[in-house]
């Protein structure tokens, strides 16, 4: 028992020299390549197992020729050993080199290629990584530029909306003041009528910009959908009747859900008028309510005659037109022209404000029309 302690105290010395010389060449190569370190590492216990070995060779004093065998095993140990470790560190530098040269195509255009050589686990790991990353990085690029395009879709439409009411008012303005206008009383009735389209204009890009700030405060209670849909067609029920439209409210349940009421009955108003104007007079336009699962949805159908398929997932943006077949129509006639007073934000606003409810907006083709659908939850999400 006494040997063995002799021979482990004799192995342990030796063995400490080289690690403490190792520990320096790591502290010396910790910013050099990561092959060269592995080297030392398989150096150093090489030289940890010779010290040791040959410590305890010599306090056991063994023969020349077993001291010589003993050396000749280690040295060809110690080749195979440093050899491996060359091996395995070249093989970590190419696949790290090969995955720098892969990561310069993160952000591009035709997306992240990976390494064609295979890759440890870790450097997989990596590679993976800067594939997510990229596909990321692509997506925030589709949006930003889906965004920009929406910008200036809008930036155009605003301009044509603002130069039309506003080159009205100049003419009649100059006509009133020339002392032109044969009937003034319908100048200044006109005139009211523009300006009331360019407020309604004003204040829907103050709440769309509201809500793309995220600054859209609510102020949440439990209130019954059947009141707000009362509420909102009510509102409605006036140019519904100048444009020769009919209004019906189907199945609408007295479904509670915890909502802003004002928000929630401009919503309804908002997909009210739409469909109002884009449905030829002696169409229909129905409201109902149903339940699924923890929420209520409810549907407002136009008669439109649909939306191309294309161009449904584009409805909610902002700016958005459509084609003709979403165009607004002219008042009845005898009736007062009320032209859309928005710029292609009413459903954009829809769409801002049904999802601070942490609700979804969503609209489908059905037969002669469109079905615009919101989802609000009937508990809100903490």
Known sequence: MKDLLLIALFAALGAAAAGLLGLAALRLLRRRSLALTLFAVAGVSVLAVTSGTFAVAQAMFLSHHDLGVVGTVL???????LLTAALLGRQVTAGGRALA??????????????????????????????????????????????????????IAWISHDLRTPLAGLRAMAEALEDGVAEQPERYLARIRTEVERLTGMVDDLFELSRIQAGALSLTLSRVSLHDLVDDALAGAHPLARQRGVR????????????????????????????????????????????????????????????????????????????????????????????????????????RGIVEAHDGRARVRNVDGGCCFEISLPTTRRP
Request: some cysteine; overall charge negative.
């Open 101 to 154: 040269v892969a990561a310069r195509t993160v952000g591009g255009d035709a997306g992240f290629t990976p390494p064609d050589r295979p890759l440890g686990r870790e450097l997989a790991a990596v590679s993976a990584e800067l594939a997510a990353t990229s596909a990321r990085l692509a997506e925030s690029r589709d949006r930003e530029r889906a965004l920009d395009a929406s910008r200036r879709e809008l």
């Open 247 to 350: 209004l019906e409210g189907r199945r609408v349940e007295p479904a509670p859900v915890e909502a802003d009421p004002r928000e929630i009955t401009r919503v309804i108003g908002n997909l009210l008028v739409n469909a109002i104007r884009a449905t030829p007079p002696d169409g229909l336009v129905a409201v109902s309510t149903r339940r699924e699962a923890d929420a209520v949805v409810l549907a407002v159908t136009d008669g439109c005659g649909g939306i191309p398929e294309p161009d449904l997932p584009r409805v909610f943006e902002t700016g958005w037109r459509g084609t003709p077949a979403r165009t607004p129509r002219p008042a009845a006639p005898g009736t007062p022209d009320t032209a859309d007073s928005g710029a292609g934000l009413g459903l954009a606003i829809v």
């Open 75 to 81: 040295a060809m140990a110690s080749v195979v050993a």
